[in-house]
């Protein structure tokens, strides 16, 4: 007990002839994005890695059915093998991909070629998890609508899916914090800011604003503006239950976590 006390009154004590943590010990606003810490550099995460500590690892165990919507080469799909069973859904085929080649090969791996938004070829009543990331922002809203009216017969109820999507107004909201990212615990000057970041981030700060105002023209590799907020009215009209409009884990693009009833 007498250490114990001695440990609690170390707390009391000075440091450079001032008192402890003189104000209060603060680390820095858990709230602000881009804010200071002192853990300098080692303070920042990948974006990609916050996606997958937030929507994959506390959603996908061995008793998932998971499906994902645009694999491409299989970086996400990888995240996803401690599932029971992954389907990956694509319009390119997984050669073009290189997706078995990356993935390689498993058993309770699927690998589905679309051609259209119908979700065809997968089972109903069967999915516990869907995820998507850095597809259906290059689908129009149109397209969007027609996977979630396609996707519900395909979810056992309870099914947690994350779907990230283009947001405009939030990439531009983005780009004017830009210039606020702080690499080592300090911003950068802007001459430095750009090449630096590019090097962490792999591209240039900051994001260029965009016009939500457009068509919804089909162009190869374009963003289309679905919206968080229209993306979730849209879901909520067919029947999810929206639990988030915006996980958060990205500073350009909402992720929505939804759920089917």
């Known amino acids: 007990m007498d250490r114990l006390r001695r440990e609690i009154d170390s707390f009391r004590g000075t440091w450079k002839g001032r008192p402890l943590w003189e ?12 804010g ?44 996803l093998l401690p599932a029971r069973e992954v389907w990956a859904v694509d319009v390119l085929s997984a050669d073009h991909n290189g997706f078995w080649d990356y993935v390689g090969r498993h058993d309770h791996v699927r690998y589905v070629e679309a051609s259209d938004f119908s979700l065809n070829g997968l089972p109903a009543d069967h999915f516990s ?8 922002c290059h689908v129009s809203f149109e397209g969007i609508s027609e996977y979630a009216r396609n996707l519900k017969a395909k979810l056992r109820p309870g099914a947690n899916c994350f779907w ?75 029947g999810y239950h929206v639990v988030e409009q915006d996980v958060g884990a990205v500073h350009r693009d909402p992720i929505i976590h939804f759920r089917w009833h």
């Open 164 to 238: 990230m999507v283009a947001d405009y107004e939030k990439v531009t909201r983005s780009a004017a914090r830009a210039n606020e990212l702080l690499i080592g615990g300090r911003a950068l000057p802007r001459g430095r800011r750009g090449r630096l970041a590019g090097r962490l981030a792999g591209e240039t700060l900051p994001w260029r604003p965009l016009d939500a105002v457009e068509d919804d023209k089909p162009a190869t590799g374009r963003w289309y503006h679905a919206g968080a907020a229209r993306t979730c009215e849209m879901l909520a009209s067919i």
């Open 36 to 79: 200071r810490s002192s853990y300098g550099a080692g303070g920042y995460i990948s974006v990609l890695h916050a996606v997958y500590l937030t929507c994959v690892r506390p959603y996908v165990n061995a008793d998932t059915l998971a499906l994902e919507l645009g694999p491409g080469r299989g970086a996400w799909t990888r995240a």
């Open 23 to 34: 104000g209060g010990y603060y680390e820095g606003d858990p709230l602000d994005p881009v």
């Open 129 to 136: 998890y869907v995820f998507s990331f850095g597809t259906l």
